[in-house]
């Protein structure tokens, strides 16, 4: 008798930590592409032309989670967001400046507004590069996979803005709630179905190639790739209301187009 009260005991006890484990499970979930967010999210999916980064899973890594429109983390810590750029800048201290970038793990299926104002939080504290996580396919042990976007600076409230001129140069992608694309207001389809897009800014960079097209700066620059003096930069302006998931989608298009810079324009957005 004795002996069985000790082994229901000993299978009781087993129970009991098993249970224990498993609430506390929430704290230690792996993100959906194995980065260890802190959370779980859902990230947005079907990406092709994402690149791998080991640098993401470094423990001085800067990971802003939103996974739902509710929630926000830095690493493993839940914050409220008008903190989040205050935790942010004091992950970053001490960072070179090159080496300064946010990695955001956003859920797919949110509005892209919520994701913008989280990064409208960050870029107040002087970061202008970030990286959005994706769930490309991936084995056990590689490198997340990201697409690196720039932020531009806050507008000067002092600048004059009828004395700006546009640079010629200038391609921007817009992106309505209705999912239809434009480029530089032209009609290019819908983000589920980029093929036009896509096949006409490969054209676009292609005939700056022929024509010496360059960057600011880069004209003279013959220490530079050619193909890396070319102007390819894309504007990418999204409507808050769709979900970050498409927003994601175009951007990984038009990486895939050939861009060499993505700029997420952070103002004067429509609802």
Do not use: W
Not at 124 to 136: A, F, P, S, Y
Not at 228 to 241: D, L
């Amino acid at each position: 008798m004795k002996t069985k009260c000790a082994y229901a005991f000993s299978l009781l006890a087993i129970l009991l930590f098993v249970v224990a484990c498993m609430k506390k499970l929430p704290e230690q979930t792996i993100g959906s592409n194995g980065v260890p967010f802190g959370v779980s999210v859902v990230l947005p999916r079907n990406v092709t032309n994402a690149d791998r980064e080991s640098a993401v899973l470094k423990e001085s890594a800067v990971t802003v989670s939103v996974p739902a429109e509710d929630q926000l983390y830095v690493g493993r810590d839940p914050v409220p967001k008008d903190v989040v750029g205050e935790m942010v800048s004091r992950r970053l201290k001490g960072q070179a400046e090159t080496d300064r970038i946010v990695y955001v793990a956003g859920g797919a299926f949110i509005d892209y507004g919520n994701i913008v104002g989280v990064i409208d939080k960050v870029r107040k504290e002087g970061v202008t590069r970030i990286g959005l996580l994706v769930d490309q396919q991936s084995r056990s042990g590689e490198a997340p996979s990201l697409l690196r976007v720039q932020i531009p600076a806050e507008p000067d409230s002092n600048d004059d803005l009828s004395k700006f001129k546009p640079d010629p140069l200038t391609l921007v992608v817009s992106i309505s709630r209705d999912l239809k694309l434009q480029l530089n207001r032209e009609p290019m389809g819908t983000a589920t179905d980029t093929a036009n897009l896509t096949q006409t800014l490969t054209r676009i960079f292609q005939a700056r190639r022929e024509q010496h097209a360059y960057k600011p700066g880069m004209e003279t620059r013959t220490d530079v790739p050619e193909d890396e003096r070319i102007e390819k930069t894309i504007v990418v302006k999204a409507t808050r209301s769709i979900k970050y998931g498409d927003v994601v989608r175009l951007i990984d298009a038009i990486k895939g187009a050939g861009a060499s810079a993505i700029i997420l324009q952070m103002d004067d957005l429509s609802d």
